[in-house]
């Protein structure tokens, strides 16, 4: 079973960068699909970004698309979420999570293990 751990969140101004780290244990990220989710305070959970297992094809939500880049590092057995010009509609509480693979804006398909989340909040 594969663990996964967020961390990386916290209070930002506008505009500011941030990058979220999500590690494994247990099991290797190298050769499965990973994706970043987030929800917001009484709002649903929502897909931001996804990629693909083995290469680096990503996949983004529009709303995110041109600032946000997701990565992985194998030999940590990490992918990232690299958050630039944050607003204050990114706030939220962001989760990674496995999956079987990607669809179009970030969606992941058949999710397998999920992270317990780092809080973001972008505000002045």
């Known amino acids: 079973q594969v663990q996964l751990v967020e961390s990386g969140g916290r209070l930002v101004q506008p505009g500011g960068s941030l990058r979220l780290s999500c590690a494994a244990s247990g099991g290797s990220l190298n050769y499965t699909a990973v994706g970043w989710l987030r929800q917001a305070p009484g709002k649903e959970r929502k897909a931001v970004s996804c990629?693909?297992?083995?290469?680096?094809?990503?996949y983004y939500a529009d709303s995110v698309k041109g600032r946000f880049t997701m990565s992985r590092d194998n030999a940590k057995n990490t992918v990232y979420l690299q958050m630039n010009n944050l607003a204050s509609e990114d706030s939220a509480v962001y989760y990674c999570a496995t999956a079987g693979g990607c669809l179009r804006q970030g969606i992941l398909y058949e999710t397998i293990n999920w992270g317990q989340g780092t809080q973001v909040t972008v505000s002045s």
């Open positions: 990629i693909v297992a083995g290469v680096a094809d990503t």
